[in-house]
């Protein structure tokens, strides 16, 4: 995988979104390392897909909230 060095993080590797139409990334090199980096990635990317606020929708849906404020406990 990459270094783990703040430089990784300006890389444009370092996001799920890609240079080739409905391609995405996701996984610890794609977000963060480690096993919540991966878990993270995946909602990432989610979001990516679904576009927008989507991150937000994506958490709306697993809490069950009925806004995306109540999803992030605003």
């Known amino acids: 995988g990459l270094p ?3 430089q990784r993080f300006r890389e444009p590797l370092c ?18 390392y480690g096993i ?3 878990a993270l990635s995946g909602a990432v990317t989610t979001g990516a897909v679904r576009g927008g606020m989507g991150f937000l929708g994506v958490m709306k849906a697993v ?6 404020r109540q999803a992030v406990g605003l």
């Open 63 to 68: 809490t069950g909230a009925t806004s995306w």
């Open 15 to 32: 996001s799920a979104r890609t240079s080739i139409d409905n391609l995405y990334l996701t996984g610890s090199d794609a977000f963060m």
């Open 4 to 6: 783990g060095i703040p």
């Open 36 to 38: 919540m980096g991966a």
